[in-house]
């Protein structure tokens, strides 16, 4: 039941990528990317209470190696508005992502960036979850050194001449 959920849901938005392709004709908005974040976050939880061969404990840590771009991105822009004292309430271009785009790169060029950074981190999460020596401290340190290199990206593409 669990992989059939969770290939409706890669399948179904498989599908919203097509159409969601410059120019987009359809937009997810914020109700629908928060169900889609919330039933990719509940699927882990649901698995870990049906039988499997692997230590049940370590499936949240590989989903959220999955989305691990997103979930870092969204952390990383609420905290730093909140420093700022920012309404974190109001609409904002200020993700990572979002700051990408605006120093001139292509939502293309972001979207493979972004896919390339989660297709790493959920194959580092994959390796980590079948107990692979060492894999837990390269997963650490991937997650580390990939959010700390977005940062200093994002940060060099806006301070350019």
């Given at each position: 039941g669990v992989a059939a959920i969770g290939a409706a849901i890669a399948l179904s938005g498989a599908g919203f990528l097509l159409h969601n392709r410059p120019p987009a004709r359809i937009f997810m908005g914020d109700v629908g990317s928060g169900f889609l974040g919330f039933t990719v976050a509940g699927l882990p939880l649901l698995l870990a209470a049906s039988p499997a061969d692997v230590d049940r404990a370590r499936l949240p840590v590989v989903a959220a190696a999955l989305?691990?771009?997103f979930l870092f991105d969204a952390a990383f822009t609420f905290i730093r508005r909140l420093v700022r004292g920012e309404n974190v309430f109001e609409a904002h271009r200020s993700h990572l992502y979002q700051r990408l785009v605006?120093?001139?790169a292509s939502h293309a060029q972001v979207s493979a960036l972004y896919a390339g950074w989660a297709l790493i981190s959920s194959g580092l999460g994959l390796v980590w979850?079948?107990?692979w020596p060492g894999a837990g401290l390269v997963l650490l340190g991937w997650a580390v050194?990939?959010?700390?290199?977005?940062?200093a990206a994002v940060r060099t593409r806006e301070h350019r001449p």
């Amino acid at each position: 039941g669990v992989a059939a959920i969770g290939a409706a849901i890669a399948l179904s938005g498989a599908g919203f990528l097509l159409h969601n392709r410059p120019p987009a004709r359809i937009f997810m908005g914020d109700v629908g990317s928060g169900f889609l974040g919330f039933t990719v976050a509940g699927l882990p939880l649901l698995l870990a209470a049906s039988p499997a061969d692997v230590d049940r404990a370590r499936l949240p840590v590989v989903a959220a190696a999955l989305v691990w771009p997103f979930l870092f991105d969204a952390a990383f822009t609420f905290i730093r508005r909140l420093v700022r004292g920012e309404n974190v309430f109001e609409a904002h271009r200020s993700h990572l992502y979002q700051r990408l785009v605006i120093t001139g790169a292509s939502h293309a060029q972001v979207s493979a960036l972004y896919a390339g950074w989660a297709l790493i981190s959920s194959g580092l999460g994959l390796v980590w979850l079948w107990w692979w020596p060492g894999a837990g401290l390269v997963l650490l340190g991937w997650a580390v050194l990939s959010a700390v290199g977005m940062i200093a990206a994002v940060r060099t593409r806006e301070h350019r001449p």
